[in-house]
């Protein structure tokens, strides 16, 4: 990750916090553990009433799935995923597909973020 990069994901989790904390409590009540994954760059976070089912929030269980067990402990996308505690805090992935990179971050209900 870069750092422009790294700084302008910290600066949208902070202006879209609200809705993203919505959608990952809203998706975690339906469907379990998970993440919220978000296409980089991107400009606006919709309401969380606006995104349809299946599009933004992969299940912990997807990711474990795909992964072979021996590297759920050198892989840090499944151990947070694994280890949030999804009344405080979501775990948000910043995906660009043209760039071919992954951000992650943990969106916390006290501290705002962390990285």
Same mark, same amino acid.
């Given at each position: +990750? $870069? ?7 910290? %600066?949208?989790? #902070?202006? @879209?916090a609200d809705n993203i904390a919505a959608f990952a409590k809203t998706r975690y009540a339906r469907q379990g553990r998970g993440i919220v994954v978000i296409g980089w760059p991107e400009s606006d976070? *919709?309401?969380?009433?606006?995104? *349809? ?6 299940? %912990?269980?997807?990711?474990? =799935?795909? %992964? =072979? #067990? ?6 840090? +996308?499944?151990?947070?995923?694994? #280890?949030? $505690? ?18 992650? @971050?943990?969106?916390? %209900?006290?501290?705002?973020?962390? $990285?």
């Amino acid at each position: +990750m $870069n750092n422009s990069d790294n700084m302008e994901q910290k %600066a949208y989790l #902070r202006q @879209h916090a609200d809705n993203i904390a919505a959608f990952a409590k809203t998706r975690y009540a339906r469907q379990g553990r998970g993440i919220v994954v978000i296409g980089w760059p991107e400009s606006d976070f *919709p309401k969380p009433e606006d995104i *349809p089912e299946g599009i933004g929030y992969t299940l %912990a269980t997807s990711l474990i =799935s795909d %992964a =072979s #067990r021996e590297s759920i402990s050198t892989d840090p +996308m499944l151990q947070a995923v694994l #280890r949030y $505690n999804p009344e405080q805090q979501t775990i948000v992935s910043f995906v660009n597909d043209v760039a071919g990179t992954m951000n992650i @971050h943990i969106l916390t %209900a006290v501290y705002g973020y962390t $990285n």
